[in-house]
């Protein structure tokens, strides 16, 4: 069952745009801050439409559209010394990636990624993968950065500063905003 807030707040968020597309992923007892939900909102500067750029302190994604405004989403980011920064382009779009976590956090953290060390196993994509339901990959130069905007299954790490230093939203959002930019998208994360 949503509850009533949830319902409420997913429901004008999605009325003040096109509609977001269905979630995949129940992700129950979960409230998410009204702030971090989607929303359309005004562009101080102007900036091209049709890219992304990323506040890693705010914990906001933006997507700019044709009219001076941008699509807002609330998005957890990499931990202090984890965080990308910088210009990057999607090269590749992945519905339900797999997963293989790098060799720098298998060495971090070997305690979590232990059943990745020494082998080649890749965890296959559904609802318990980290990257969830939907991924895109950034690449500068045409060389793949290991960064990624995607899904978690981690929903209370969305406006924390948490992650091996990808960008995180809720399922649902990542689904929105991936139907919504093609190969070749900018992104900036200052």
């Known amino acids: 069952m949503i509850p009533r807030r949830h319902f409420l707040a997913t429901g004008l968020a999605a009325a003040a745009t096109t509609t977001l597309a269905a979630p995949a992923i129940a992700q129950t007892a979960f409230q998410l801050a009204p702030e971090l939900m989607p929303q359309l909102v005004s562009l101080k500067k102007p900036y091209a439409a049709g890219q992304i750029f990323i506040i890693p302190q705010s914990h906001f994604l933006y997507l700019t559209m044709e009219d001076g405004t941008a699509m807002r989403y609330g998005v957890g980011v990499g931990k202090a010394g984890l965080s990308f920064q910088g210009t990057a382009t999607i090269s590749v779009k992945k519905e339900w990636p797999t997963w293989r976590p790098t060799d720098e956090m298998i060495e971090r953290d070997p305690g979590a990624y232990g059943k990745f060390k020494d082998n080649d196993y ?21 060389r793949d950065t290991y960064y990624r905007i995607h899904g978690t299954t981690a929903p209370n790490s969305i406006g924390q500063s948490v992650s091996n230093g990808c960008i995180r939203m809720l399922n649902e959002h990542v ?16």
Request: without cysteine; positive net charge; aromatic residues 10%.
């Open 175 to 190: 689904m929105d905003l991936y139907q919504r930019v093609p190969v070749g998208t900018v992104v900036t994360v200052f």
């Open 122 to 142: 890749v965890q296959p994509g559904g609802p318990g993968n980290p990257l969830g339901a939907r991924a895109l990959y950034l690449f500068q130069n045409g």
